[in-house]
């Protein structure tokens, strides 16, 4: 586990989380994520653009997600791309989840401040931070904008036009694998 944040330094597409955020204590945690949440509801009306990563010009979902983790400084900084936009209509690997699992784990019991990530075409292909257990702020190619829709918005909820079929979803905690770091950020 510690290689997550050595490494992060050599390559900046890997993440590493921020020395002051350590011990990770129940506290730190809550102000973390209100932070998490108020820095990407601070991007709404942005834009969406594929690999845009600019408060006010363009942003997509992935770089919504860095851009908020490291301006509300829970991350030190770090940059995934380039990465193919369009790879979910052609592919099936999830290439999307193992990278959200790179810096969060999965959950069953999701809350505020964690990640909701939305099969689109034939992976997972979509994510936004959960604003409540009702609401997320996510870059949305459907609506060219990043926005707060409900999590029961028609194109997030309904894989097809008939409303028949509901697109799989996944919750990720982004403070997961950090609570399993020690007091310096290390294992």
Known sequence: MSDLISDASEDPSRYKPRKEIFPLTAEKEVELRKAFI???LTWVGT????????????????????RASIDSGIMEEWDPRPYPPLWFLHRDDERYLKWIEMFAKPT???????????????????????????HLVHAFAHDNICIVSPLNHSVLLYADRTGNTLRPRK????????RELGPGGVV
């Not at 834009?47 to 860095?66: E, F, H, I, N, W």
């Not at 909701?116 to 257990?133: E, K, P």
């Not at 919750?171 to 950090?178: I, L, N, P």
């Open 38 to 40: 108020q820095e990407a």
């Open 47 to 66: 834009p969406y653009r594929q690999l845009g990563a600019t408060k006010g010009v363009a942003v997509d979902c992935s770089m919504l997600l860095v």
């Open 108 to 134: 069953e019991q999701f809350r505020a401040g964690d990640i909701v990530a939305i099969r689109f075409g034939r992976a997972f292909a979509h994510s936004g931070i959960l604003v409540d257990s009702e």
């Open 171 to 178: 919750y990720f905690d982004v403070f997961a694998r950090m």
